[in-house]
């Protein structure tokens, strides 16, 4: 379609106002913070259970004198002078109207119950998730729609679908789950809007309309029907589809004779349709383009597969076996392990862990979780394409850290102890937490990995502390396989040559857990300390 003739138009802002705390923030980065917020809601359901109670006592009391006051009218309606001559009537009578109503109509009873409501809230407010973690989680959503090709219609009724030869497929079934509401769509759809992804915004707010129509406006939304049609009608405009546009917004205009900035967006739209008939056809969605991830495809493709490594009959060089690596401390019980793949070189050791070991691990891990950052420079931040939180446990943390470090170097015969190998890095992924194709080890002189002066890492042994329902594979891009989280289990490959030059086909990445909590622990190992261990050699692709 034609580009879009330049106009001025008049886009709908819509603001989200909240307190944030900084030092607590980035909840949706961690599904182990996701779960103490869960916590925190469980104790505010207390206190509006109480703040029900207590309105509910007041509304009773409320009905009660409504009650007898109705009833004294009711039945004085035909005797009333002789009732009023009564002085005991009249007295009940002037008492009610000067002291009764009066202590009704002025009582602090609601304020003070709705105080303490306040109260319970503002004393948790520290530990609720703030607005960033709001539109972290929705970003969640739709990289989990993206990556794994589902149906935003699908996700909106609670369920994990994709359209697979023209048919519409369950990806995975959870035992529990929630549709969402038009508000929650609304929600989705503003964050994407805010940073002008009009190929997300149209498709969420698209159903964010179609359930508010639905619906009737509840006190605890924060959209309205009318707000999803203003930003739903700008989103198509953006996208070129000028004819939604106008049907929309003279949709919001029925609703709104008297918004003068949506007036003019109708005048606008009708004379670009008038001057360019063609765009009335209207134009089909495109997901942007990625400007730093040239590996999309494949990345997504392998993630979708949930685990896709070569089988043993496929290539016969593959296999699994029973491993001692030679050391007497294995020969008693030696380690199960599967050859994934030979270029590069990875194996996958099960059982690595036992699970009272990797429950240990989590438990020292979390106090510590901060929010994973990857290298820029000769620095370290925080990314988008990397959501999760981790947290460095030195072998004093804990016995089962010791164990760990040693089990490794029995099996890989590396020299893992400081600053030979870096502490142990665990890391708890958030709402569909993920980490893009990257490498592990450096590709700059100036990365930060060489200040422990011991080289580059030389090799990634990555513990799967937990298990997951679906998703979160480990995906290697240029080698085409991807290997699905096996709880307890330890992925192993050399990251580089022995010439000391980068394996490019290491090219790896975490998919975006689509259901579960994910842990894992990573040991990467340098390169000095091993001479003895792995000798060099000059072969470039040994």
């Known amino acids: 379609m034609p580009p879009v003739p330049a106009v001025r138009l008049l886009p709908v802002w819509f603001v989200i106002i909240t307190v944030a705390d900084e030092s607590l923030g980035e909840m949706y ?41 109705s009833a004294f009218h009711n039945g004085m309606y035909n005797e009333l002078a002789t009732a009023l001559a009564n002085p005991l009537v009249a007295f009940t009578l002037i008492k009610r109207l000067q002291s009764e109503w009066p202590n009704l109509v002025y009582s602090y009873e609601a ?4 105080q303490a409501l306040r109260v319970g809230y503002k004393q948790l407010e520290s530990s609720l998730p703030k607005l960033e973690d709001l539109q972290g989680a929705a970003q969640g959503l739709m990289r989990l729609q993206d990556v794994y090709a589902l149906q935003v219609e699908g996700l909106v009724r609670g369920h994990f679908q994709r359209v697979s030869n023209g048919n519409t497929v369950d990806i995975y079934k959870p035992p529990v789950s929630t549709p969402l509401s038009g508000d929650d769509c609304f929600l989705v759809g503003k964050v994407a809007y805010d940073v002008e992804d009009y190929y997300h915004s149209v498709q969420w707010l698209e159903e964010a309309v179609r359930l508010f129509r639905g619906m009737s406006w509840s006190p605890e939304h924060e959209g309205t029907l009318e707000d999803a049609l203003d930003h739903l009608a700008f989103s198509h405009f953006k996208a070129g589809n000028i004819s939604s546009a106008l049907s929309l917004s ?9 918004n003068k900035r949506v007036l003019q967006n109708v005048e606008k739209y009708e004379k670009l349709l008038v001057a360019r008939p063609s765009l009335s056809s209207g134009s089909v969605l495109k997901r942007p383009s990625s400007t730093y991830l040239r590996t999309r495809n494949a990345y997504e493709r392998l993630c979708q597969t949930q685990g896709s490594q070569p ?30 793949s030979l270029q590069p070189y990875v194996v996958l050791f099960h059982d690595f862990v036992t699970a009272a070991e990797a429950q240990n691990i989590r438990d020292c891990a979390l106090p510590g979780l901060r929010r994973s950052v990857v290298a820029s420079g000769v620095n370290q931040t925080t990314v988008d394409y990397r959501i999760s939180k981790s947290a460095w446990l030195k072998d004093s943390a804990h016995p089962t850290i010791i164990k760990v470090d040693r089990r490794i170097t029995l099996l890989t015969g590396l020299n893992v102890q400081l600053p030979y190998g870096e502490h142990l890095q665990v890391v708890n992924y958030g709402i569909g937490g993920h980490y893009e194709p990257h490498f592990d080890h450096a590709t700059s002189t100036s990365s930060p990995l060489y200040r422990l002066s011991s080289g580059n890492r030389m090799a990634t042994f990555m513990i799967y502390l937990s298990s997951v329902e679906a998703g979160g594979s480990t995906a290697f891009i240029y080698a085409n396989f991807s290997v699905p989280v096996v709880e307890n289990s330890a992925l192993f490959w050399w990251n580089l040559h022995r010439n000391g030059q980068g394996n490019g086909d290491t090219l790896h990445a975490g998919c975006p857990v689509l259901i579960g909590d994910k842990w894992v622990a990573n040991k990467w190992v340098h390169e000095y300390g091993q001479e003895f261990q792995r000798r060099c050699s000059p072969d470039p692709e040994e």
């Open 311 to 340: 089988k043993l009959y496929e290539n016969p060089s593959l296999f699994c076996d029973y491993f001692t690596n030679g050391s007497p401390g294995l020969l008693l019980q030696p380690m199960k392990r599967e050859l994934v």
């Open 250 to 258: 003279l949709e919001l205009l029925r609703r709104d004779p008297s």
């Open 29 to 69: 980065t961690s599904m182990m913070s996701v779960k103490q917020a869960m916590l925190s809601e469980r104790q505010l359901i207390g206190s509006l259970r109480t703040y029900i109670d207590h309105e509910t006592q007041r509304l009773e009391d409320i009905k009660r004198f409504y009650s007898k006051v």
């Open 111 to 114: 304020e003070e119950n709705l």
